[in-house]
C-alpha cells in the first residue's frame, strides 16, 4: 500500500464510527449570517466570493473540538443557486461553489490535523440540503432533484471531501433522489453519505413519514449512519430520536438545533446558550450511544466548545441492532416476520374485469380508491399488476404509483413482466416498495432489476429454486446486499 492509499485508508471514517464519540460542528449558515450580517442574502455565494471567511470558520470549529466539519453548501444545489446564476448555467455555477467550498474545508482540517497532538484525523462532510419542494407532494420530482443534485455532489467529490451528509431531510424521495446522485458517475462517483432528518413538532418529517418508516426506507442504502439534525432543541428531538434509535441497524448521529428560534426586535435569538445545549445534547447522547453528536442552527463555535467538555470521555457508541427486512409506505413501515408476509389482492388487472375497466377509462384515482380497499384487511402490501395488452404498462404503472402512493399506508408491491414498467414508477415510489417481476432466471434481465432495486432502496421477491439461485447472483453482482428473497408470501 503507497503513502496515499494509507492517508485515505487513514481518513475513511467507516474505521471510527462505532469506535468512540466523533464531534461534527455546529451551525454553518447561521454562524456565517451572524458573522457576516451584511452579506446575509449572499451566504450561498460566501464560498467563491469569501473562502477566507469560510475557513476561518470551519477552524474555529476544529479548535473547539470537532472532528468533522460539514461544507458551506446546503442551499448549493443547481436549483437552490439559480437566483443567483445571473447568466450562467445554474448547473456549472453550483459545481463551482461546492468544489470551492470542499476545498476551503479541507484545507481547514489539513491544517488541523497537522497542528494536533492526537493524530486523530479531521473529516469534511459535504452539506446537501432538501434541495427544492417535497417530491412526494407533488412539489418536484425524483429525477428533477437528481439532476439538480448532480453537479452539486461532483463538485463536493471533485473538491475532496471525505463523505457527504444529505440533512435537514423532510422527504424520503428526496433524499433517494440526494444518494441517487452521489451514486451516479456524473456526480459523487459513488461518495458515502450519512442521513440525517428533521421533524415537525408531531415528531415526523414533513411529508408524513414516521422515524421508523424513514429508517426502513434508508437502510437498503448502507448509509454511514442515520440520525436527526435542525427541528426544535435536543428535548424536542428526544422521542422521534429514540423512535429511530430503536430501529436504525447503522451508528446514530444527532445535531439538534439551539431550541426553537424566537423573533425579538425583528432578529431571531435561539433560547439555548452553549451549557444548556451541551447538557441537553450530552443526555441524548448518552442515552442512545450515538456515533456522532454535535449542533445546527442556532450553535456556533462555544457550543461547540461546550459540548466537547461535557463529552470529553467520549463514549463508546452502543451496538445497533441487526437489519430487520421491512418495507414502508411513505408513512409506516411494514416488517417482514415472523411468519408469512401478505400481499393484498389491490390493482389486478388481468385478473379483474373492474380494474380493467377503470384503467381503460383513464381513472387514476378511482383505481387507487379501489386499490387501496386491501388496506382494511390488514395485508402488509397493496400489489399493483396493471399489465393489458394494447396499452403502455410503463406509462399505467407511473400514473398509478403517483397516484397511490402518497395516500398508501401500506406498503405496495409492483407486479410486473416488464423491468422497464418497474423502472418508470420507482422514481415515484417515496417508500420502501417490493418489486415482483418474472423472468429472475434471465441473467441479463435480473441485473436489471437488481440495479433498479438498488438505485431505488427497493426489496425483490426471488423464485424458489434453480430461478432463485440465478437471482441471488445477480443481485450479488449487482451489490444489492441487502436483497430481501421472500420465498414464503401469501397473497390474499
Not at 452539486?152 to 428526496?174: C, H, K, M, N, Y
Not at 418508516?213 to 434508508?218: E, K, L, N, R, S
Amino acid at each position: 500500500m503507497n503513502e496515499t492509499s494509507k492517508g485515505a485508508d487513514r481518513r475513511d471514517i467507516r474505521n471510527y464510527l462505532g469506535r468512540d464519540l466523533l464531534f461534527a460542528d455546529g451551525s454553518t449558515g447561521t454562524a456565517l449570517q451572524a458573522l457576516l450580517p451584511e452579506a446575509a442574502e449572499r451566504v450561498p455565494l460566501l464560498p467563491l466570493e469569501r473562502p477566507e471567511v469560510i475557513e476561518e470558520l470551519h477552524r474555529g470549529y476544529f479548535a473547539a473540538g470537532s472532528d468533522i466539519v460539514e461544507t458551506a453548501t446546503f442551499t448549493a444545489s443547481a436549483e437552490g443557486l439559480a437566483r443567483f446564476a445571473e447568466g450562467e448555467d445554474p448547473a456549472a455555477l453550483a459545481y463551482r461553489v461546492n468544489r470551492a467550498a470542499a476545498e476551503a474545508a479541507v484545507r481547514a482540517a489539513r491544517e488541523a490535523e497537522a497542528a494536533g497532538a492526537s493524530g486523530r484525523p479531521r473529516w469534511v462532510a459535504g452539506s446537501m440540503g432538501p434541495g427544492g419542494g417535497l417530491p412526494s407532494m407533488g412539489f418536484s420530482s425524483w429525477v428533477e432533484l437528481r439532476d439538480s443534485y448532480l453537479p452539486q455532489a461532483r463538485g463536493l467529490a471533485d473538491g475532496g471531501v471525505d463523505f457527504a451528509i444529505v440533512e435537514t431531510s423532510q422527504d424520503p424521495l428526496q433524499v433517494k433522489a440526494a444518494l441517487a446522485a452521489l451514486a451516479h458517475p456524473d456526480g459523487g462517483r459513488g461518495l458515502k453519505a450519512i442521513v440525517s432528518a428533521t421533524v415537525e413538532p408531531g415528531g415526523r418529517l414533513l411529508a408524513g413519514t414516521s422515524p421508523a418508516a424513514f429508517a426502513a426506507i434508508i437502510a437498503p442504502f448502507g448509509p454511514l449512519a442515520v440520525g436527526m439534525n435542525c427541528s426544535g432543541g435536543p428535548d424536542e428531538l428526544a422521542r422521534p430520536f429514540a423512535e429511530l434509535a430503536a430501529h436504525s441497524p447503522f451508528p446514530l448521529c444527532f445535531m439538534p438545533n439551539a431550541g426553537l428560534p424566537l423573533q425579538e426586535g425583528g432578529r431571531t435569538r435561539w433560547p439555548l446558550g452553549p451549557e444548556d445545549f451541551a447538557a441537553k445534547t450530552e443526555a441524548v447522547a448518552r442515552r442512545h450511544g450515538v456515533a456522532v453528536v454535535g449542533g445546527c442552527c442556532g450553535t456556533g463555535v462555544e457550543h461547540i466548545r461546550a459540548l466537547a467538555r461535557r463529552l470529553a470521555d467520549r463514549p463508546r457508541p452502543e451496538a445497533r441492532p441487526p437489519l430487520r427486512p421491512a418495507l414502508a409506505s411513505l408513512y409506516e413501515l411494514k416488517a417482514l416476520g415472523p411468519g408469512p408476509f401478505t400481499i393484498g389482492a389491490g390493482a389486478d388487472v388481468p385478473g379483474s374485469p373492474r380494474f380493467g375497466a377503470l384503467l381503460d377509462s383513464g381513472d387514476f384515482d378511482a383505481l387507487a380508491d379501489a386499490a387501496l380497499e386491501a388496506e382494511a384487511s390488514g395485508v402488509g402490501a397493496v400489489r399493483l399488476r396493471l399489465g393489458r395488452p394494447g396499452r403502455d404498462e410503463a406509462e399505467d404503472l407511473r400514473q398509478a404509483v403517483s397516484h397511490i402512493a402518497q395516500r398508501a399506508r401500506t406498503a405496495l408491491c409492483l407486479d410486473t413482466d416488464d423491468p422497464e414498467a418497474a423502472a418508470a414508477a420507482l422514481p415515484f415510489s417515496s417508500g420502501r416498495v417490493l418489486l415482483r417481476v418474472s423472468g429472475l432466471s434471465d441473467p441479463i434481465r435480473a441485473r436489471r432489476v437488481f440495479g433498479l432495486a438498488r438505485e431505488h432502496g427497493a426489496a425483490v421477491v426471488c423464485p424458489v429454486g434453480g430461478g432463485g439461485a440465478a437471482a441471488r447472483s445477480a443481485a450479488e453482482s449487482a451489490g444489492l446486499c441487502s436483497a430481501l428473497y421472500l420465498t414464503a408470501t401469501r397473497e390474499h
